[in-house]
């Protein structure tokens, strides 16, 4: 079910069943000549499409441009960089939203700078701005002091329950630490081009490898299917356990 495409009797239902709500932050980043610019979005948004096919989840319109970098290319590449703190900025006021209208289960999946869950600028921002969200949505409608109040005296308690409002939006990867170490992960080579291969073939054109050398694509003439089907395998495995 797409977000976009729901009416407010599904949101309800939503709300009543606590459905996971999901959001593929992407990119929009050069990842050289024989992969697509949207190879990170991609990559989220198939696997997510994918596990919408195993579980009941509501797939939230993605965010492509963010904080990309111009670490890979310069800003001629191709790549769409938004500063850290203005995106940050707007998907404070996104989570805001999604908090306000009820939703209490809310993912951000990210494939971009995520290697062994290592926190990078992009994943930062998605992650201050639900923590800034939920604190000041906690304080509209709790009021100031709301944490120190009798009626939240289990707090601790429920730390690990879904009255946990610091677990209302959750910030993880495509892929783990555990996939990562049991197939590999690396940017626009042998393991990248795999998985998007696997799950959209015309967004890979090793053909097009001579076009530009660069270390970092020069494994990518290894990719193939079946590797790509093995880390898509993995990765959905990881995902239906932690979406949940």
């Known amino acids: 079910m797409y977000l976009d495409k729901c009416f407010p009797r599904e949101i309800e239902n939503a709300k009543k069943n606590n459905t996971p709500v999901v959001i593929v932050g992407g990119t929009v980043e050069y990842h050289g000549p024989q992969c697509s610019y949207g190879c990170d979005t991609l990559v989220a948004q198939g696997l997510i499409e994918k596990l919408s096919e195993k579980k009941e989840i509501i797939?939230?319109?993605?965010?492509?441009y963010s904080p990309a970098s111009y670490a890979?290319?310069?800003?001629?590449?191709?790549?769409?960089?938004?500063?850290?703190n203005a995106f940050e900025e707007y998907v404070y006021y996104v989570f805001m939203s999604m908090l306000s209208?009820?939703?209490?289960?809310?993912?951000?999946?990210?494939h971009h700078q995520f290697e062994q869950e290592s926190l990078m600028?992009?994943?930062?921002s998605y992650m201050k701005a639900?923590?800034?969200a939920t604190m000041a949505y906690l304080e509209q409608t709790k009021g100031q002091g709301w944490w120190g109040s009798e009626s939240y005296k289990d707090y601790y308690e429920n730390l690990e329950g879904e009255d946990n409002p610091f677990g209302w939006i959750k910030v993880i990867?495509?892929?783990?630490?555990?996939v990562q170490d049991a197939t590999g992960y690396d940017h626009a080579g042998k393991y990248e081009c795999s998985i998007l291969m696997a799950l959209?073939?015309?967004a890979v054109k090793l053909e097009r490898l001579g076009d530009i050398e660069h270390w970092f694509t020069k494994s990518s003439a290894e990719a193939n299917t079946e590797l790509g089907n093995k880390m898509?395998?993995?990765?959905?495995?990881?995902?239906?356990k932690t979406i949940v």
Do not use: C, F, W
């Open 130 to 132: 639900a923590k800034r």
């Open 121 to 124: 600028p992009m994943t930062l």
């Open 173 to 178: 990867p495509t892929m783990s630490k555990a």
């Open 59 to 64: 797939i939230a319109p993605q965010i492509s």
């Open 72 to 84: 890979v290319g310069d800003a001629k590449s191709g790549t769409v960089h938004v500063e850290e």
């Open 200 to 202: 959209y073939p015309d």
């Open 101 to 110: 209208a009820g939703l209490r289960n809310i993912y951000v999946v990210i």
């Open 232 to 240: 898509v395998e993995l990765s959905l495995e990881y995902l239906e």
